[in-house]
């Protein structure tokens, strides 16, 4: 994981950086099991900001997607296969 925001690239200097978990509720331990975190501003990105990943869906869409193709090109896989694994398809 970078020591920048995925989203502003801030260093986390004035607002520390979160691990968040890409894929959440039923699918967080697979998000912790794929290493499929990035970091994020604790309120500007994270939690409260308007573009942040839990108050805006275009954001968390383009962590869904990121993070799709993360695990397909890690993992060697194709969508089909993502699909299978977590139930669904981002891009």
């Known amino acids: 994981m970078d020591d920048r925001c995925w989203l502003c690239g801030r260093n986390g200097a004035?607002?520390?950086l979160d691990a968040h978990h890409i894929f959440g509720g039923p699918d967080r331990r697979k998000s912790e099991k794929y290493g499929l975190k990035v970091k994020l501003c604790?309120?500007?990105?994270?939690i409260f900001g308007p573009m942040?990943?839990?108050?805006?869906?275009?954001?968390a869409l383009a962590l869904h997607q990121y993070g799709q193709r993360k695990?397909?090109?890690?993992?060697?896989k194709t969508i089909d296969d993502f699909r299978r694994e977590f139930g669904r398809n981002y891009l």
């Not at 604790?42 to 994270?46: K, L």
């Not at 695990?71 to 060697?76: A, K, L």
């Open 52 to 59: 942040s990943a839990h108050q805006n869906a275009e954001t």
């Open 42 to 46: 604790h309120s500007r990105c994270h």
């Open 14 to 16: 004035q607002d520390p």
């Open 71 to 76: 695990w397909m090109e890690e993992q060697g």
